[in-house]
């Protein structure tokens, strides 16, 4: 199984950044609990404003619903992954694997 990257962007409501870190902050141990790994959570100052950007190092593109499934299993997960609506306007995941030159 090869190792791979969850690059995710989103769009976060005018002012939610705050809000958002918050309930992220609870997220972010459960989801490493149970296979993922944060490498960085990125916020944009020049373009899009209110874009945040998270790079998850998953175990194979299939650890993408798998531990996103066990999460959902989690109450703490469920508590406070409920409230990500408030913050968020679009969610985008891409999956992505290294380049040959990336060292």
Do not use: N
């Amino acid at each position: 199984m090869e190792t791979g990257f969850l690059l995710v962007r989103l769009q976060l409501k005018y002012g939610s950044v705050d809000r958002f870190s918050e309930i992220m902050s609870h997220l972010v141990p459960v989801l490493e609990r149970k296979g993922w790994r944060l490498h960085g959570a990125y916020q944009t100052t020049i373009g899009r404003l209110w874009e945040a950007w998270d790079l998850w190092e998953v175990p194979g593109a299939s650890g993408v619903q798998s531990v996103l499934g066990a999460a959902a299993s989690d109450p703490e997960f469920r508590e406070w992954a409920s409230r990500l609506p408030e913050c968020v306007e679009e969610e985008e995941l891409r999956y992505v694997v290294k380049l040959p030159y990336a060292t």
